[in-house]
């Protein structure tokens, strides 16, 4: 181990930490971790010493010094109107944003991070109440590791600042790349953001865990077409070999059971390095669900909505209206094309079951996906509803169990 004497040697340090962010308690590599994260921020403290100035001064500042304007930072901070209120001082830098101007404008994350107000004073629009994400629920999850498995809701609480950002590190979920989720995130108590933001974190832990050896490779409309027709294949065999047929191009698919206050079915989240990951909640056992949520989400991965946003918030994120429905055409287009489920099908409140199979057979794909799509186009979820698959999910993974 040496000392880090030049620029090359600071990003040879960096690289290793990266790579030694998942080593086990107690190894030598942790050792290692903490040696080389002295090592950084010691040359930090020399080569970038932190003005002793406001995070948005800070950054007018490094683009001053690199001639640069304020459509510049667009890239790095999303809108517009959100560069204005930034570099004005009306709006925070989100953890996001920090990791991402730290990442391009090599600015130490520190000197991004403003001052935390005392804690009786107000906080509007302030940093990131750690507090506020559903702790407890994560620790039974162990996501904080086993020594927190079962600590209490105080004593989370008291940590949060040090867990959660911990473990958004060991997930490696890139946060300038924002998820594509099959609900928008609104608040209330019906979908808690930061429930969300947990299922998301969740969703990227395990697929790094997943450690998959296969390059990422982009997929295509003819890849999620042979997706759909996996679906003929039956319960067991079509979605094994869905999950397989991703998982062989590099897209890693976790269940994560949703969490206390959300209605999540599915999202997609990248990992540093633009790996993405396609997580199922299954919170509705039915293989109808099943299918349109894994073919949206891959949708999404089709089409690039997962790769050429900007996250404009860390909590506060858009819903992409014009993504989603996009991304419902295209599911559409390759399982039954609209014209030719039109004209079979009319009137949906009036559709047969031998019509549908019918469907099925012509298109090569399982009649829960026709049943599935014509109950929504019906808005009416009793219709045919023995003939969506229910119940025989789940249990193709061993260990799940629905959130209390």
């Not at 989720?181 to 865990?209: H, N, Y």
């Not at 996996?230 to 869905?242: E, F, Q, R, V």
Request: glycine share 8%; aromatic share 8%.
């Amino acid at each position: 181990m040496k000392p880090i004497r030049d620029e090359a040697g600071y990003e040879a340090a960096l690289a290793r930490i990266g790579a030694l962010m998942s080593a086990p308690e107690g190894s030598p590599e942790v050792d290692e971790l903490e040696v080389l994260s002295i090592l950084v921020e010691k040359y930090e403290e020399e080569t970038y010493p932190i003005p002793e100035a406001a995070a948005h001064e800070v950054l007018k500042l490094v683009m001053e010094e690199n001639d640069l304007a304020p459509r510049d930072m667009i890239p790095f901070l999303g809108s517009p109107s959100t560069v204005s209120k930034v570099l004005n001082g009306k709006r925070e830098l989100t953890p996001a944003q920090i990791r991402t101007l730290s990442k391009h404008l090599h600015i130490p994350v520190a000197a991004l991070f403003s001052e935390a107000p005392e804690p009786d004073e107000p906080t509007p629009g302030g940093g990131v109440d750690w507090s506020a994400f559903p702790l407890v629920e994560m620790s039974r999850r162990a996501l904080f590791g086993v020594e927190h498995l079962r600590a209490t809701a105080r004593g989370l609480a008291e940590r949060a600042a040090e867990v959660i950002p911990a473990l958004i590190g060991t997930a490696r979920l890139d946060f300038a790349c924002p998820p594509r989720l099959r609900q928008g995130i609104k608040t209330g108590p019906a979908s808690d953001p930061f429930a969300v933001m947990a299922w998301l974190i969740e969703v990227a832990k395990r697929g790094q865990e997943r450690g998959s050896q296969v390059p990422y490779r982009a997929l295509s409309r003819q890849d999620l077409r042979t997706l759909a027709t996996m679906s003929k294949l039956g319960s067991a065999d079509g979605i094994k070999g869905a999950i397989a047929f991703l998982e062989d191009r590099g897209v890693p698919v976790v269940i994560v059971r949703h969490y206390k206050k959300t209605k999540i079915d599915g999202g997609v989240v990248v990992l540093d390095g633009g790996r993405p990951v396609i997580g199922l909640s299954l919170r509705h056992d039915k293989v109808d669900s099943f299918w349109f949520t894994l073919l949206h989400e891959a949708a999404h991965i089709v089409l690039g909505h997962v790769s050429d946003y900007v996250a404009d918030e860390f909590l506060d994120m858009e819903s992409y209206g014009e993504d989603e429905r996009a991304a419902n055409a295209l599911v559409e287009d390759v399982t039954i094309p609209s014209a030719s489920f039109n004209a079979a099908i009319p009137n949906p409140a009036q559709a047969t079951l031998s019509i549908m199979f019918g469907l099925a057979q012509q298109f090569d794909i399982a009649l829960p996906i026709v049943v599935g799509r014509v109950q929504f186009k019906a808005n009416d979820y009793r219709k045919f509803s023995k003939y969506v698959g229910r119940n025989v999910v789940r249990r193709l993974f061993p260990g799940y169990e629905p959130a209390a």
